[in-house]
């Protein structure tokens, strides 16, 4: 894999990234750097905040619809800030899981067109949300790191 670059979120789950190159990592200010995967449909775009937090917008070749996105680090993103539209069903979904919840560390919300799981141990906040309908083919939900 290669190495993030500094940078902010620059698209929402289920919303379409602009402007992008494919690269090895670099990048300058005109592009972003899209990084993929070797003998694999999966292209991400990846960031790494100030706060060490890193965040992966899974990409749709075709159509740069971000079809999935992860994160991993000593706290939690801005979630609503990731997932967009999508937050508010998100909200909804987590508060109902949590009355059934078999333990504090995980949780999974499972909608019928949007999925999100995340996962927390001391101080390793990590998750990872997609749109099951708008995987690219040859893309599996296992793909989504």
Excluded: C
Aim: overall charge negative; hydrophobic content about 45%.
């Amino acid at each position: 894999m290669l190495a993030a670059a500094a940078g902010s979120v620059q698209a929402q789950l289920g919303s379409t990234l602009g402007n992008a190159a494919i690269g090895s990592g670099t990048s300058n200010a005109l592009a972003a750097v899209i990084h993929q995967a070797d003998n694999s449909a999966v292209r991400w775009q990846e960031t790494t905040d100030a706060n060490q937090i890193r965040v992966r917008q899974y990409l749709s070749p075709a159509t740069g619809l971000v079809y999935a996105v992860s994160w991993d680090g000593p706290a939690m993103p801005d979630v609503s800030a990731l997932l967009g539209t999508w937050f508010e069903k998100y909200r909804q979904g987590a508060s109902a899981a949590l009355e059934s919840a078999s333990g504090l560390h995980s949780s999974r919300v499972d909608g019928s067109d949007f999925i999100v799981e995340t996962h927390v141990r001391l101080r390793d906040f990590s998750g990872r949300a997609w749109l099951p309908d708008a995987l690219p083919a040859g893309v599996a939900a296992a793909d989504i790191d």
